[in-house]
């Protein structure tokens, strides 16, 4: 049996048990709706070319599907320090913790279930309509969805936690911010355990689907920060629409274990729209970090920026690409990519794969994309000015991912993010060094 078919065997199981329904007795709909798109789409694979890279093989020795019953969740894990000025969500194995009320919030406003049905894609009818497919799969299991709206000034932190290494994770938000609102999101995925043997399937699944639709003038600075721990397949999937003038900031860092899949998609729909990633991607080991960021313009003088950053250790694979299309219908659009990625093994691989479609005369357009390993001749300049070895190349990795860390807000979670990084490379004077 395909492993589609028994991802949507046990939805339908599910689906007519108790825990097919939402609290108030109502069946999901949006669940429904995402369970016959995956029908009819399938399961992505390497023949698919935004999903060459993943790490599909895997998905095939998954052996179940659906999050953890109630009664294997545990709440013992150590949470990191709340961050100032942060309301704070908790969620375990894809339930908010403790039932997690709505922090107290008068810009936050948590909407009815209704709101919560599954929408589509951030570019439904285009080249990128098939990215999104692993979405399906969160919003189809996600056990607690969640929709909110953003009337005025809010921060806001959400934590997914696993409480098991063997623990499936899914979970499904929607974040609604007003005309003229502002929200500072953080998210962190974080869990038990370690990295096991490399001969072995992963032992737990993870979906995340986040949507995000940004009102005439809202702003939005959203900071990811990947470090679960375990031999966890993972698949974050991100869609976001943005209404005119809007500003969407967005930095991502990925440095857990297990292998992982990122598609991000973004539409900017309205006049001088803006976004500004920044992500990286730290791997090691047999590891797989793939990243698929897909950017739509859609109207005049929208402005857009990607800057990927990405090392591979030992036998690691690193892989991104950002596609962007320019619309007839965006004169005056301005589009900067810069992916770079750095091959730290014998048997490490690095993919990086920039792609404009312009459909337009009036724009300005730049994009690059480098792959290789430490250079020689900077490292012998600081060899020969009596530096180590190890920490002449701790200093050259670093310098390669410091316009990354610089868009990481607030400071404490700078400091989380550099030391998870430098774990993640087993970087050692970094380490010591951030201690």
Same mark, same amino acid.
């Given at each position: 049996?395909?492993?589609?078919?028994?991802?949507?065997?046990?939805?339908?199981?599910?689906?007519?048990?108790?825990?097919?329904?939402?609290?108030?007795?109502?069946? @999901?709909?949006?669940?429904? $709706?995402?369970? *016959?798109?995956?029908?009819?789409?399938?399961?992505?694979?390497?023949? @698919?070319?935004?999903?060459?890279?993943?790490?599909?093989?895997?998905?095939?020795?998954?052996? =179940?599907? #659906? &999050?953890? %019953?109630?009664?294997?969740?545990?709440?013992?894990?150590?949470?990191?320090?709340?961050?100032?000025?942060?309301?704070?969500?908790?969620? +375990?194995?894809?339930?908010? $913790?403790?039932?997690?009320?709505?922090?107290?919030?008068?810009?936050?406003?948590?909407? %009815?279930?209704?709101?919560?049905?599954?929408?589509?894609?951030?570019?439904?009818?285009?080249?990128? &309509?098939?990215?999104?497919?692993?979405?399906?799969?969160? !919003?189809?299991?996600?056990?607690?969805?969640?929709?909110?709206?953003?009337?005025?000034?809010? *921060?806001?932190?959400?934590?997914?936690?696993?409480?098991?290494?063997?623990?499936?994770?899914?979970?499904?938000?929607? +974040?609604?911010?007003?005309?003229?609102?502002?929200?500072?999101?953080?998210?962190?995925?974080?869990?038990?355990?370690?990295?096991?043997?490399?001969?072995?399937?992963?032992?737990?699944?993870?979906?995340?689907?986040?949507?995000?639709?940004?009102?005439?003038?809202? =702003?939005?600075?959203?900071? !990811?920060?990947?470090?679960?721990?375990?031999?966890?397949?993972?698949?974050?999937?991100?869609?976001?629409?943005?209404?005119?003038?809007?500003?969407?900031?967005?930095?991502?860092?990925?440095?857990?274990?297990?292998?992982?899949?990122?598609?991000?998609?973004?539409?900017?729909?309205?006049?001088?729209?803006?976004?500004?990633?920044?992500?990286?991607?730290?791997? !090691?080991?047999?590891?797989?970090?793939?990243?698929?960021?897909? +950017?739509?313009?859609?109207?005049?003088?929208?402005?857009?920026?990607?800057?990927?950053?990405?090392?591979?250790?030992?036998?690691?694979?690193?892989?991104? /690409?950002?596609?962007?299309?320019?619309?007839?219908?965006? %004169?005056?659009?301005?589009?900067?990519?810069?992916?770079?990625?750095?091959?730290?093994?014998?048997?490490?691989?690095?993919?990086?794969? %920039?792609?404009?479609?312009?459909?337009?005369?009036?724009? =300005?357009?730049?994009?690059?994309?480098?792959?290789?390993?430490?250079?020689?001749?900077?490292?012998?300049?600081?060899?020969?000015?009596?530096?180590?070895?190890?920490?002449?190349? /701790?200093?050259?990795?670093?310098?390669?991912?410091?316009?990354?860390?610089?868009?990481?807000?607030?400071?404490?979670? #700078?400091?989380?993010?550099?030391?998870?990084?430098?774990?993640?490379?087993?970087?050692?004077?970094?380490?010591?060094?951030?201690?």
């Amino acid at each position: 049996m395909s492993a589609l078919e028994r991802l949507l065997g046990e939805f339908a199981a599910l689906a007519a048990s108790d825990a097919g329904v939402d609290g108030a007795g109502r069946r @999901d709909t949006g669940a429904d $709706a995402a369970a *016959a798109a995956l029908r009819a789409q399938g399961l992505p694979t390497r023949r @698919d070319e935004n999903w060459h890279y993943a790490d599909l093989r895997a998905l095939e020795g998954i052996r =179940q599907f #659906r &999050a953890a %019953p109630p009664a294997q969740r545990t709440a013992d894990a150590q949470l990191p320090e709340p961050l100032e000025g942060h309301a704070r969500l908790v969620y +375990i194995d894809g339930v908010l $913790a403790g039932g997690s009320p709505l922090p107290a919030s008068p810009a936050l406003t948590r909407l %009815p279930v209704a709101a919560v049905a599954a929408s589509p894609p951030a570019d439904p009818s285009g080249e990128f &309509a098939g990215d999104a497919r692993m979405g399906l799969v969160a !919003r189809m299991f996600a056990p607690e969805p969640l929709a909110l709206r953003v009337t005025g000034s809010a *921060a806001l932190e959400i934590v997914h936690l696993a409480s098991s290494t063997a623990a499936n994770c899914h979970s499904h938000v929607r +974040i609604e911010l007003d005309a003229g609102a502002s929200l500072s999101l953080v998210e962190r995925q974080l869990g038990f355990g370690a990295l096991v043997a490399e001969h072995l399937p992963p032992a737990a699944l993870h979906c995340s689907n986040l949507e995000l639709r940004l009102g005439a003038g809202a =702003q939005l600075r959203h900071t !990811r920060l990947q470090q679960a721990a375990g031999h966890a397949l993972r698949f974050n999937t991100l869609s976001a629409e943005l209404g005119a003038q809007a500003v969407y900031q967005l930095c991502q860092l990925a440095a857990g274990d297990g292998s992982e899949r990122t598609t991000a998609q973004f539409r900017l729909q309205g006049r001088a729209a803006s976004l500004r990633i920044a992500a990286l991607a730290a791997a !090691r080991g047999a590891q797989s970090a793939d990243s698929q960021f897909s +950017i739509v313009h859609a109207a005049p003088a929208t402005r857009s920026e990607q800057l990927f950053r990405g090392i591979a250790s030992d036998r690691a694979q690193v892989s991104c /690409s950002a596609d962007v299309r320019a619309e007839a219908t965006a %004169p005056g659009a301005r589009v900067q990519q810069s992916l770079r990625g750095l091959i730290d093994g014998p048997g490490a691989a690095v993919n990086l794969r %920039p792609r404009l479609t312009i459909n337009t005369d009036d724009i =300005q357009a730049q994009h690059g994309a480098t792959t290789g390993r430490l250079d020689e001749n900077l490292l012998f300049y600081l060899l020969a000015r009596g530096l180590e070895p190890a920490t002449a190349r /701790s200093l050259l990795k670093w310098a390669l991912l410091g316009e990354v860390f610089t868009a990481v807000e607030p400071a404490p979670l #700078r400091r989380a993010a550099e030391r998870a990084v430098a774990v993640q490379l087993r970087d050692a004077t970094a380490t010591e060094l951030l201690q």
